[in-house]
């Protein structure tokens, strides 16, 4: 097992920075995100977008590597965001839908690819909850979220995904989500699994992270609140790293 399936397991609160490439491919944006998630040294810089083109995930991924140390995980949208200089990368099936091209259509078209580029994979079910807003992922993956009351369903997709053997659960409310993921449904999927589980969507308070990491979070995701204040990571590490 490499080291970041173990990191994942350790059973500490960790943190994941995720960086859109659409909208963070050229140094002018990256090197001050970049320093500051330097002083904050998330567990994980995860990288990806619904709609990001190769191309741009390259480049993205190249200046990170170039200006950081931390393992760099792919979040991918699509098969095409398959790329060599990562760390890792999320072998998503995205379990909440009944879309088989992001059930197994994806996974055909790049597993060799992954494999040939020796990537790690970390085979994920990734959920999606409904976070009170249209999220690109839904839109793009022409799948409906589990409603955010509907607990026993979001239970029974991740113990299902827990049964085919994939070694991670994602729960995302998505990008920018009005609501993140309630605490009560977060703490009914953690205790029915062993694997572990990462928590996002929404998550723009020091409170927000430490109500998902009090509920069962073994990694809760930020993307959008520091692309709008990347001062975010300083109060991040003030106050989490201090508990
Ligand atoms: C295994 C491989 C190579 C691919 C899997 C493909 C699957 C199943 C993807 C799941 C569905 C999906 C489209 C996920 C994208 C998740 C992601 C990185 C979201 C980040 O946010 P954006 O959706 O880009 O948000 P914005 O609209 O805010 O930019
Ligand atoms: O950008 P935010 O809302 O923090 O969401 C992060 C991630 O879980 C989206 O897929
Ligand atoms: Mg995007």
């Known amino acids: 097992m490499n080291s970041i399936q173990q990191k994942l397991k350790d059973g500490k609160r960790k943190i994941a920075i995720l960086i859109d490439p659409e909208k963070m491919h050229s140094e002018v944006r990256l090197v001050p995100l970049l320093k500051k998630i330097n002083l904050l040294k998330p567990d994980f810089i995860f990288v990806g977008g619904s709609t990001v083109t190769a191309q741009e995930i390259n480049t993205c991924i190249a200046i990170i590597k170039a200006l950081t140390t931390i393992p760099v995980v792919i979040f991918p949208g699509a098969q095409t965001q398959v790329c060599p200089n990562a760390d890792a990368i999320l072998f998503l099936s995205l379990i909440s839908g009944r879309n088989p091209d992001y059930l197994i259509g994806h996974q055909v078209k790049s597993a060799h690819l992954i494999k040939e580029m020796k990537l790690t994979p970390i085979p994920t079910g ?118």
């Not at 955010?148 to 053997?165: E, H, P, R």
């Not at 994939?166 to 694997?195: C, H, P, Q, W, Y």
């Not at 409170?207 to 709008?228: L, P, Q, R, S, Y």
Request: hydrophobic share 45%; glycine share 10%.
């Open 126 to 243: 990734y959920i999606l909850i409904d976070g009170e807003k249209n999220s690109s992922v839904a839109y793009v993956s022409q799948t409906t979220p589990i409603p955010n009351d509907q607990i026993s369903i979001a239970v029974k997709t991740a113990i299902a995904g827990q049964m085919l053997g994939l070694s991670t659960i994602f729960m995302d409310a998505g990008s920018g989500a009005k609501r993140a993921i309630n605490a009560e449904m977060i703490a009914a999927v953690k205790s029915n699994i062993t694997i572990p589980l990462i928590i996002g969507g929404g998550i723009r308070t020091i409170d927000g992270v430490d109500a998902a990491f009090e509920a069962g979070a073994d990694v809760v995701v930020i993307g959008n609140k520091v692309e709008e204040d990347m001062d975010f990571l300083l109060d991040l590490k003030n106050c989490l790293y201090q508990k």
